[in-house]
């Protein structure tokens, strides 16, 4: 089975923190993606990453920023967390087009 | 015009039943549509996937597509309350270099016991 962990399922920062989302696959999946989760709007991609060092911005990559160091690891870094960042994030990788999603992380931003 | 367009519902059938979701897509080019289920608090988990135009089946589940119209469904046969859930399409538009999905709002289906 395909595990996509990310390493926190609830968080509660303060405004202008610098917040971390940790995402990990067990699969050495080439894509990864970074997806925010708002009622009304689906899934919106963030950023996604199709190699190690490389990145592509989504659709809403302002103040966000990532990085990927390691195959299996893609981080989300909120470089200034803000109140319109309350979200849920789900991170993703992908095989042949066929995404897995981690458990999701819900960041409330106070 | 959104991209990728579903119904938000919710879309309620009695157990038993068949259910019918929809998905339209804008672009033309499109090559690839997954059909992903998001129970409530959840994530997305993929349950079909089609490229070519016809039926794909698997299960309760089978996949249709169509291009010229630009729409992709999913059925659920024998529907059960355990299928009451969130459907999310997703489209990989042929504009994507890599596999950037597109995905829809979802819709929600409620199977009544």
């Known amino acids: 089975d395909v595990k996509v962990t990310q390493s926190s399922r609830y968080l509660v920062k303060r405004t202008g923190e610098k917040v971390f989302l940790e995402c990990v696959q067990d699969?050495?999946?080439?894509?990864m993606f970074w997806y925010r989760q708002d009622p009304g709007l689906g899934l919106r991609l963030i950023y996604f990453s199709y190699d190690v060092k490389m990145k592509e911005k989504g659709d809403i990559p302002e103040g966000y920023s990532v990085s990927r160091e390691k195959k299996e690891r893609f981080s989300l870094i909120l470089e200034s967390a803000s109140t319109n960042q309350t979200s849920m994030y789900l991170c993703a990788s992908s095989l042949r087009g066929r995404a897995f999603f981690g458990q999701g992380t819900r960041l409330t931003v106070v | 015009q959104k991209e990728v367009e579903q119904n938000s519902g919710p879309l309620s059938v009695p157990e038993g039943a068949i259910a019918s979701l929809n998905c339209t897509y804008s672009?033309?080019?499109?090559?690839?549509f997954f059909w992903y289920r998001q129970y409530s608090g959840k994530s997305p988990e993929l349950i079909m996937f089609?490229?070519?135009?016809g039926d794909k089946e698997d299960g309760r589940f089978t996949a249709q597509l169509n291009k010229a119209s630009q729409y992709v469904s999913l059925l659920i046969r024998d529907s059960q309350p355990s299928d009451s859930a969130t459907y999310l399409c997703?489209?990989?538009?042929?504009?994507?270099?890599?596999?950037?999905?597109?995905f829809g709002t979802g819709t929600r289906l409620k199977v009544l016991a």
């Open positions: 672009d033309r080019g499109s090559q690839s």
């Open positions: 699969m050495d999946h080439e894509n």
């Open positions: 089609i490229y070519s135009n």
């Open positions: 997703a489209v990989v538009p042929q504009s994507s270099g890599t596999y950037k999905y597109i």
